[in-house]
């Protein structure tokens, strides 16, 4: 059965500490992806990756960054964290094809600054 | 304007009826999906279709490339599929998805 994990479901912070929320899949996957989820406002893609050490920004990177130093893990960074950035966090990962595959996401992970 | 629109934005109907969400979109694309998300945040992907027609149990979902519509069909509804339903398509021009903002749909029993 194809996993994507996400280390953390729910995380406190505070402003200004800097946060990881780490995206784990087990399908062998090039593409990965960090979306977030904000009420209204539908999935926005922060940051993708197409191979390892490989990086793209997405529609809202600023005030984010990213690590993939192996293909099963993409890493999303808050270097500071602000309280505009309190929301729910997605990781999702497809194969690699212009044709389309079949996305998967992980389960979220709640993240509040305060 | 959004290159992908989802009517309704919510939906309430009773259990057992056969309901229908619309995706329509603006750019050329190489396939279209659909995803449901629950209360508490897990997205699960229904469909992912190029053209025609796909069921899946109690859901079906047509895609019509000319006129860049597609539809989610759920015959006999239950309370168990209250759920957000999101359309999104990969655009010709890269392997980004283009997402909808969701349907919200609520089952009463």
């Known amino acids: 059965d194809v996993k994507v994990t996400q280390s953390s479901r729910y995380l406190v912070k505070r402003t200004g500490e800097k946060v990881f929320l780490e995206c784990v899949q087990d399908?062998?996957?090039?593409?990965m992806f960090w979306y977030r989820q904000d009420p209204g406002l539908g999935l926005r893609l922060i940051y993708f990756?197409?191979?390892?050490?490989?990086?793209e920004k997405g529609d809202i990177p600023e005030g984010y960054s990213v690590s993939r130093e192996k293909k099963e893990r993409f890493s999303l960074i808050l270097e500071s964290a602000s309280t505009n950035q309190t929301s729910m966090y997605l990781c999702?990962?497809?194969?690699?094809?212009?044709?389309?595959?079949?996305?998967?996401f992980g389960e979220g992970s709640w993240l509040t600054v305060v | 304007k959004n290159e992908v629109e989802q009517s309704p934005q919510n939906l309430t109907a009773q259990e057992g009826e056969f309901i229908t969400i619309n995706c329509s979109y603006s750019?050329?694309?190489?396939?279209l999906h659909w995803l449901q998300q629950h209360p508490g945040g897990g997205i699960v992907s229904l469909f992912m279709?190029?053209?025609?027609?796909k069921k899946h149990g109690r859901l079906i979902a047509t895609i019509n490339i000319q006129e860049k519509h597609s539809s989610l069909h759920i015959t006999a509804s239950h309370p168990r599929d209250s759920a957000v339903y999101i359309c999104?398509?990969?655009?010709?021009?890269?392997?980004?998805?283009?997402w909808g903002a969701g349907t919200k749909l609520i089952i009463k029993p």
């Open positions: 999702a990962s497809s194969l690699w094809t212009h044709s389309g595959n079949t996305i998967y």
């Open positions: 399908m062998d996957h090039e593409n």
């Open positions: 990756s197409y191979d390892v050490k490989m990086k």
């Open positions: 750019v050329g694309i190489s396939a």
């Open positions: 279709l190029s053209s025609g027609k």
């Open positions: 999104a398509v990969r655009a010709d021009s890269n392997y980004q998805l283009i």
